[in-house]
């Protein structure tokens, strides 16, 4: 089993029925750690030490949060920056994070039909999250494609939380096909490239 760090980050999640739900459903799931980062930090004073130890004792981390201004909420941005620092992530000696996953659980407000040259955000989901697979590369880490909920404020949750139930297991359990979700654009519900299931 692979050993997995989930993080949660949304300033109010009692307004998100999608963030909501997706927590209910892994929350005190065995062998994940999971985490609310603004609960844990609601005075954004990050306990830069116990978070490397945190990441030092897991294989795989899951960041979990909605797409704000076409980034993270402020919190997670504030944790990268002071956590995954020089030394530790990067630069020399910097390689402690190396061969670990990064995946993130995203979700938009706008339907998927903006994300695209054709659409009013004019770009894919994936090139505001760019800065994260970028980050995970120079740490040496493998970086697999987002889980993502398009349409978040309009759309019934339910299926998208059974999806991240299903998929936070399969990564616990080492059956979610880390290549083929390193190749793909997004996952969503419906498209995990799950093994071993008939």
């Known amino acids: 089993m692979a050993r997995l760090l989930h993080y949660a980050a949304h300033p ?16 005190g799931l065995e062998g994940i750690t999971s985490l609310d980062l603004y609960a844990e930090y609601p005075r954004y004073d990050i306990d830069i030490e116990d978070e490397q130890e945190r990441l030092l004792a897991h294989d795989v981390i ?21 956590v995954w620092e020089h030394g530790f992530a990067y630069g020399r000696g910097g390689d402690r994070l190396k061969g670990k996953v990064l995946m993130l659980a995203v979700t938009t407000g706008g339907p998927q039909e903006a994300y ?13 999250l760019t800065p994260f697979e970028q980050a995970a590369r120079l740490a040496q880490m493998r970086f697999l494609a987002p889980y ?43 498209t995990l490239p799950l093994m071993g299931i008939n």
């Not at 960041?63 to 920056?81: G, H, I, N």
Request: hydrophobic share 40%; charged share 25%.
């Open 12 to 27: 109010s999640p009692g307004t998100s029925s999608a963030n909501s739900a997706m927590l209910k459903r892994i929350r």
């Open 62 to 82: 899951v960041l979990q949060f909605p797409l704000f201004w076409y980034s993270c909420p402020a919190l997670v941005k504030e944790w990268l920056d002071l």
């Open 116 to 128: 695209g040259t054709e659409g009013y955000q004019h770009y894919e989901l994936r090139t505001f």
């Open 148 to 190: 993502v909920l398009h349409g978040a404020l309009k759309t019934e949750p339910e299926a998208h939380a059974l999806g991240f139930l299903r998929l936070m297991t399969a990564l616990r359990d080492e059956r979610l096909d880390l290549r083929a979700a390193e190749s793909a654009d997004i996952l969503t519900h419906d």
